[in-house]
Nanobody, 124 residues
Framework: VQLQASGGGLVQAGGSLRLSCAASGRTFSRYGMGWFRQSPGTEREFVCAVSGSGSTIHCADSVKGRFTIARDGAKNTVHLQMNSLKPEDTAVYYC??????????????????WGQGTQVTVSS
């Protein structure tokens, strides 16, 4: 599967962005999907994930209540809606696909496929 992330940009603190990750391949509905982010000099950090069925969703405590993840099976796309953005949310955001698709995975090592990343910058 190939993943194409989009939707990043520059936004003021308190603003919103919606990231999208378009996936190729007919088996998209079986993959668990996740979003991660990485700032310079830091490790890749889990943001949110959704199971293959869409029935299980989990987000990191740092974004819970502000970010949501949802998949659109008809369009082979997963979205990350980010509200009430903070300067500390500034990072390159990556989408990833987990072939197992069961539950949600927070460890980036458990994802086999990655998109190219999209930059999100939140100004104070």
């Amino acid at each position: 599967v190939q993943l194409q992330a989009s939707g990043g940009g520059l936004v003021q603190a308190g603003g919103s962005l919606r990231l999208s990750c378009a996936a190729s391949g007919r088996t998209f509905s079986r993959y668990g999907m996740g979003w991660f982010r990485q700032s310079p000099g830091t490790e890749r950090e889990f943001v949110c994930a959704v199971s293959g069925s869409g029935s299980t969703i989990h987000c990191a405590d740092s974004v819970k209540g502000r970010f949501t993840i949802a998949r659109d099976g008809a369009k082979n796309t997963v979205h990350l809606q980010m509200n009430s953005l903070k300067p500390e949310d500034t990072a390159v955001y990556y989408c990833a696909a987990d072939e197992m698709g069961l539950g949600v995975r927070t460890d980036p090592r458990e994802y086999e496929h990655w998109g190219q990343g999209t930059q999100v910058t939140v100004s104070s």
